[in-house]
């Protein structure tokens, strides 16, 4: 205890030691609504700050829509405001010195319990930085489930899969897992390839001339009918292999980035597989013959 702390209590034990009771409970009343007072000011000063900084955010995000950064960013500042304003103040001085003067305490913490929250963050850092997907990209994780990116916070990443269901990622597994992003770059068009089985007396080139056709005339999709017969290059239909009860016919489907892969295999396929049923191109599936022998 300082000097200044032992003048201030002799001060006050020589002012309540000869008051009457009453004036010692009003004074610690108004010292107790006094301190209520100040203290919801005190809040209503950091939800005030809270209230702000959503406001800018908010009005960034009209401007230049929701981001992974500015998600980050956003969280970064919440979590900074709340220790600040919050946790520090309310925990006065032990929890000041407890944290940041002590090594022992400091190397505790962030080698055991803050280790996987500190290793999140710093990743959630850099992926906001780096960018290899934003909020609203369309992504593949490493077991093969399809989602659209939602959100991401200082812990974890949320994708919104195709079936509505979320998976709550975090920023560190993330970060190290293999993603394709079929939002990445997306005024690139994207392309499938498709194939298709006819029978083994089926015409060649007239089923080739039937899928080509299909698909250029598909709105959903890119492709020119440009096919010329001297001239190899501007095939669009190949004739790729010989299986066992079917010639495969293959094709590349070229089609916008903004079109789900989902729906161009719905459009491409039905369409195919009744094109080449009104044309009586045979579509050939396994069949077992059974011979019975009379004993």
């Known amino acids: 205890m300082n000097q200044d702390q032992d003048n201030w209590k002799k001060i006050l034990e020589a002012l309540f030691e000869n008051a009457p009771t009453e004036v010692v409970w009003g004074l610690i009343g108004a010292a107790a609504v006094t301190a209520v007072i100040l203290f919801v000011l005190y809040l209503g000063f950091v939800f005030l700050l809270l209230k702000i900084k959503r406001k800018i955010i908010g009005s960034i995000e009209k ?85 659209i990116v939602e959100n991401m916070t200082l812990r974890h990443i949320v994708v919104c899969l195709l079936d509505s269901t979320r998976a709550i990622i975090p920023n560190s597994k993330f970060d190290e897992m293999k993603i394709i992003n079929y939002s990445y770059e997306a005024d690139v068009p994207r392309a499938a390839v498709f194939k298709y089985p006819i029978g083994y007396d089926s015409d060649i080139q007239k089923a080739k001339d039937i899928i080509r056709k299909t698909i250029c005339d598909c709105p959903l999709t890119l492709n020119e009918d440009k096919y010329d017969e001297n ?13 066992d009860s079917a010639l495969i016919m293959g094709a590349t489907v070229k089609f916008p980035a903004n079109v789900r892969s989902e729906v161009i295999k719905d459009e491409i396929n039905t369409s195919v597989f009744n094109a080449l049923k009104e044309n009586g191109i045979e579509i050939p599936f396994n069949q077992l013959d059974v011979h019975m022998k009379n004993v």
């Not at 001085?93 to 999140?120: H, M, W, Y």
């Not at 001239?231 to 299986?243: A, H």
């Open 63 to 147: 401007k230049k829509g929701k981001t992974l950064t500015l998600q980050f960013i956003e969280k970064m500042i919440t979590f900074a405001m709340i220790v600040l304003f919050i946790v520090l103040p309310l925990g006065g001085d032990k929890i000041a010195n407890s944290l940041l003067g002590s090594t022992a305490v400091v190397a505790a913490v962030v080698g055991f319990a803050a280790q996987e929250a500190i290793r999140n963050m710093f990743a959630g850092l850099q992926i906001s930085l780096y960018k290899p997907f934003d909020i609203g990209s369309r992504v593949e994780l490493e077991d093969g489930s399809t989602g």
């Open 231 to 243: 001239e190899p290059n501007s095939r669009m239909v190949y004739f790729l292999e010989v299986q």
